[in-house]
């Protein structure tokens, strides 16, 4: 009988080891990735979960959750909105139904040095610091991979930067792209001795995808797929303008994976309940429809024209929120009394004695990094 005697099995132009057999006892420890759970370091990656609306021209959060557009010195303000994946397309193949889409404005006066429209996603120093990615070693690796689709044929640029200790910057492009066909990016990155990540709350790994930026922030030197000192006006390469001065054209993205691997694996599908749940840690909105009417919730009724009120977060919030106010016409008087990560307590008086303090208003909380 034959038997091959090996101390690994490792993939053509892999970094580390399939399979790894133990010289003493034979014994063997497999890299079986795709089907592990609590990979992707990102949240609502396949765009699932849009707590504040399916359409916003703000700049900063606004749809999808806990990703925003940024917007600066735009004639017309671009539209961000969760819209749904076509039917056919690969990424529907693949289970995606929500992809997170710009729409930009007319931008009459050109491409200005100021100008900026882009994608942007921040992560929690600790979710990183906490992943089991060895980031001060440059043989240990974090893969960054997504889908996206743009309406103007074009290159793209996009950067991750960290933003504690020494701020460091890792930029990168899409290469060029065909108009409305969906490719999947995919950006394996190594660590780096300067790289800085807390145990803590603090946003540090920031991920930006640009549709515009201008030369203010950019420069033909900046160099790709490596680690360098962050500095305003070398963020990433220039930016092709070609997009930004395209009237109402389009880009998307969905499937965003960040995960510790030399490699991207296939993208992990939470449920919606799930990716709900991870979203209400930074944001929650209350009563959503706005529709429902509440006399209480949590707390008592104290008389006839006021109440308290104690809206308990769960999940706890990553900070004590900042919260929004009751737009409803039978309360006036309002007054938070307390915020803190788990709760919120508020006091509201009613604006005639037979109305009761009784509120149909929904209410944001904001914790976003």
Request: proline residues 2%.
């Amino acid at each position: 009988m034959s038997e091959i005697k090996v101390n690994s099995i490792k993939g053509v132009g892999a970094s580390t080891a399939a399979i790894t057999v133990n010289n003493t006892d034979g014994t063997c420890t497999a890299n079986i990735t795709n089907n592990l759970s609590n990979r992707n370091l990102i949240i609502n990656g396949a765009m699932q979960v849009a707590q504040r609306g399916t359409s916003s021209t703000d700049s900063g959060y606004g749809s999808v959750d806990r990703f925003r557009v940024q917007h600066g010195g735009t004639d017309e303000a671009p539209t961000q909105a969760q819209v749904d994946v076509a039917s056919g397309t690969t990424p529907y193949t693949l289970g995606f139904r929500k992809a997170f889409r710009i729409t930009n404005g007319n931008q009459t006066s050109g491409a200005g040095a100021t100008d900026s429209i882009h994608f942007e996603y921040y992560a929690e120093a600790q979710d990183i610091a906490n992943s089991g990615w060895n980031y001060l070693s440059s043989s240990s690796f974090i893969t960054l991979s997504f889908w996206i689709k743009s309406s103007v044929a074009q290159n793209f640029q996009g950067r991750v930067r960290t933003r504690q200790g020494t701020s460091y910057n890792y930029a990168f492009e899409t290469g060029s792209l065909s108009a409305d066909t969906w490719t999947k990016i995919t950006k394996t990155i190594p660590g780096n001795s300067n790289l800085q990540f807390d145990n803590d709350t603090a946003k540090n790994f920031q991920i930006d995808i640009y549709a515009f930026y201008g030369t203010d922030y950019t420069s033909s030197t900046v160099s790709l797929d490596t680690w360098a000192a962050y500095a305003s006006g070398t963020q990433v390469k220039d930016v092709t303008s070609t997009w930004y001065t395209t009237n109402d054209a389009t880009l998307e993205i969905t499937g965003v994976q960040l995960e510790v691997s030399d490699h991207a694996t296939d993208f992990e599908h939470r449920s919606y309940a799930q990716e709900l749940q991870l979203c209400k840690r930074y944001f929650f909105k209350w009563n959503r429809s706005g529709t429902n009417r509440y006399t209480y919730s949590g707390g008592y009724s104290s008389h006839a024209t006021s109440a308290f009120y104690e809206f308990n977060f769960s999940p706890e919030m990553r900070a004590a929120p900042s919260a929004g106010s009751f737009s409803d016409a039978n309360v006036t008087g309002a007054n938070w009394t307390h915020l803190s990560a788990d709760c919120a307590q508020y006091i509201a008086t009613a604006t005639s004695p037979s109305a009761g303090a009784r509120i149909a208003s929904a209410v944001d909380f904001s914790a976003e990094l």
